[in-house]
């Protein structure tokens, strides 16, 4: 029965108080709360899209289709099932404003709406007036607003006009707040709004351009919703049909919230893993303090039962008080801070406590401490009475009791799995799990290195005292070289991983392609203009390449007779609409790498060229039938060839290519790439849109800028969840200076006493902060290089290369902070006279 | 008259704790001549120990003057005195002090190092082996008895030549054998080098060992007696 008294033991030596337990709690409260506050604001979003879910959506429910206006059956449906509806058509276009004789071009995203438009919420505009009145125009002008981008990049002023194909229309205010943005998602060009019925006469809708449709419908009082979306993708999904209700009002952005908040709660676990590797410090420094308390209970008759309970109930109450500051800081910073972060997101939130994200976080702190401590929990069985008289250090085994092991192991599973199971992905769990412990084995191993380095170096640095102490403090049996190395390392690990995953992602969208990206895309090149188009762009000498192709949208629907997501699950290639062209001959630079194509005057039933490599991830052989929906119409094809398509250079890739006979009869516009000088871009661009006023320009460096921004708000969040790591880390720095401050003080003394100066103790202090530092940056950088390796080529499938400012400040960070902690715990042992310090151990 | 080698005049030390103000010793005046082999006894809290901390230069005085080879040690900045006990002194302590992340080989080797000598490992290894530890020269102190710690310590403080050793009971943490052979070590080691020794001890049979003694108690020298030295 040693519970009860070891319950005793536990609360008497609970009496001495906190002290020593400061880093401790904060590296476990600090890794808790860091994971608390991301689970908590996420929840918050989550809450707020599923409240707002009818404004975002601009509706209780949305039916969208692509190229083309609902059917006349589809129109019926809506009117049927809804009080009231609106239409809106979406498209890229280009705004061009005549200013002395020359044409200013912007692209951008225009919404045309009807009357009804909007049927929840309110634009916000500058100056204030009705989007009504805005869109009604003046002068006889139909009438826009604009986001305050384009009209910046224009130069525009209210009043002013501008051109959309051949429509003029007057700028009547900016566009201060569009109520249904968010569900918009992503676009290429500022917004431009619009009336539907201005752009009649613009030669913008014409077949085969394109644009997407989306209705909005606001549904009786009572209606299921589910039960509505059911009965409406029943009927129209194999059409193109693309269903979106207030329950998810905004579906791009809430996968985008959970994956960016499940991808930052697992940054965070790292955080956690770095703050382990304090606590763990913590506990074996608290514990060998307490060698001669443990001794001496074991000299009075304590057992190993006993002895270990006492310890692992104090080590348990203080996690528990870790855990809860933790918790609390996570769960009320967010709303404490909810003005601030509300001010900055695109989207509504509602803050709140929110119990969820917090027992998760609650669960992940439980586990790190139960992993992190049991090892050095479990030597206080190994500390026998004789330890009274021998130095304990001495006799500790390196690895615990069997069962210890198996329940570390065990807690380890458990983190992982439901790690990836709050994240809803294994794979990315497994990796960071891989990646931490294959860091933390890389550290431990760094760690023993620098040890056996420095007992060398010892011999060799004789004559040189800073520096021999230095090394032989390094070496010797106590310097907390490990938890530094284990713990800074850890933290700049992966900072550095985030810093090379961050760098390559960057340059492989903007850095490497404009060797081979086309410089501008043109879409909705009508039929008749394609003579002209190419005439112009080849009697150009600047202009080195021009591909051109038919563009169509469909739905593959399904393969072998099979509805295609039963078939292929959630590949990108059936989910959604995809970019189909036609050819009668092999297209230049291609490659069949299995089948044949057909001949150029083949006539027989629908063929398809598929992309190869799209075809292997979704297990198509040559002589399986797809069925296309293009346009509301089902084509039945049979796979003849596979061929090499690489979508990573930007120009014109097409997973299904179609015999011409298949499609011609199908309305469609044409797309093209133009490779050209970067000189000669303004004046092509000048002549084509002249010529054709309601083709749209997309500059493929403006495209990839766009783009490069939305990763930039990526990487600054991935960073802030780094920094929490790295503050963890250095709070287990801070940590370990501080435990290792009583030994220099009296380390200092000594030397004090033998005839060192001050001076000489400082440059050996400094250099052993230095040489630990750079030990722990270097590691770091290898871990973060491999780390960021690993993730660009098997997860994010980038090439990689290592971004060499990014891993050099990591290591000189690593270093000075080694080196700042290092010397700002130096002051006390410099400053401490000799005779006290001695005294006191005497 | 020759200079004494240690001179202590009207010196007082008091210390501020938690509880106030603490006077530990009170117009200590006393002379130590070279060669000279002093033993410094009285009960505990007497104010033996911090004597000898002031005689080091380990301990700053808050009144009187100390003069150490003729230089004032109360006139010494921390690092000075420092470079003071490296040209000068040795310090042999109760409890050892050696440094744990150091081996026996290491520890011994430090003030030589400090000193810039050039054989330090080689002269340091002879020390030892003096002390009869030259096959422990590789261990580190957690791996050596009471007994061998202090032999290394001795091996340390005298392997420089100082002119003044200042021991506080050295035997005090070991046994009555490994005592004795610490103490012949000691005044061996005086004997071979010369030096001035002045030992805090509780032990009459060292202090039978001096060739003068002083009684403190109370912070104040109430007794002084020159002795024969019994070898």
Known sequence: MSLPLAVKFARRELRGGLRGFRIFLACLALGVAAIAAVGSIRASIEAGLAQEGAALLGGDAQMAFTYRFASNTERAWMQDASVRLSEIVDFRSMAVVDRDGQAERGLTQVKAVDDAYPLIGTPRLDPDMSLPDALAGADGLPGAVMERALIDRLGLSTGDTFRLGTQDFVLMAMLAHEPDGAADGFGLGPRTLVATRALDGSGLLAPGSLFSTKYRLDLPDGTDLATTADSARAQFEQTGMRWTDARNGAPGVALFVQRLGAFLILVGLSGLAVGGVGVSAAVRAYLADKTSVIATLRTLGADRATIFQTYFLQIGLLSLLGIAIGLALGGLVPVLLAPLITGRLPVPAVFTIYPAPLIEAGIYGLLTALIFTLWPLARTEEVRAATLFRDALSTTRLLPPLRYLLVIALGLAALVGLAAWFSGSARLTLWTTGGLIGALLLLAVAAFAIRALARLGTSAARGRPALRWALAAIAGPREGAGSVVLSLGLGLSVLAAVGQIDGNLRRAISGNLPDIAPSYFFIDIQKDQMPGFTKRLENDPAVSRIDSAPMLRGVITTINGKPAQEVAGDHWVVRGDRGITYAADLPARTRITAGEWWPPDYTGPPQISFAAEEAGELGLSLGDTLSVNIMGRDIAATITSFREVDFSTAGIGFVLTMNPGALAGAPHSFISTVYAKPEAEAQILRDLAGQFPNITAIRVRDAIDRVSNVLAGLAAATSWGAAATLLTGFLVLIGAAAAGESARTYEAAVLKTLGAARRRILLSFALRAAFLGIAAGLVALLAGIAGGWAVSTYVLETDFSIIWPSAITIVAGGVIATLLAGLGFAWGPLAARPAQVLRARE | ?231
């Not at chain 2, 009960?43 to 004032?72: F, N, R, V, Y």
């Not at chain 2, 002390?131 to 340390?156: C, D």
């Not at chain 2, 032990?203 to 002084?224: H, K, M, Q, S």
């Open chain 2, 1 to 231: 008259m020759t200079i004494p080698t240690l001179s202590l005049k009207q010196t007082s030390l008091s210390l501020n704790g938690n509880a106030g103000r603490v006077d530990i010793l009170h117009d200590i005046t006393l002379d130590v001549h070279r060669g000279e082999t002093l033993g410094l006894i009285g009960p505990s809290g007497s104010g033996k120990s911090s004597l000898l901390m002031l005689m080091g230069g380990l301990e700053q005085s808050t009144g009187g003057q100390i003069t150490a080879l003729g230089h004032d040690l109360t006139a010494m900045d921390e690092d000075a005195l420092a470079r003071f006990r490296r040209d000068h002194m040795g310090v042999v302590f109760q409890s050892f002090h050696l440094i744990p992340t150091m081996t026996a080989l290491e520890n011994v080797a430090t003030p030589l190092e400090l000193a810039g000598v050039a054989d330090a490992f080689d002269r340091a290894a002879a020390e030892l082996d003096t002390v009869g530890l030259g096959h422990r020269a590789g261990h580190y102190p957690a791996q050596l008895s009471g007994g061998e710690q202090q032999r290394v310590a001795l091996a340390r403080a005298s392997a420089p030549r100082p002119d003044i050793l200042l021991a506080d009971e050295p035997t005090g943490n070991l046994d009555e054998t490994n005592g004795a052979a610490i103490m012949d070590l000691l005044f061996g080691l005086r004997d071979r080098h010369g030096a001035t020794l002045v030992l805090v001890t509780h032990a009459p049979e060292l202090a039978a060992r001096c060739d003068r003694v002083i009684t403190l108690r109370d912070g104040r020298i109430i007794d002084e007696t020159a002795q024969e030295a019994a070898e």
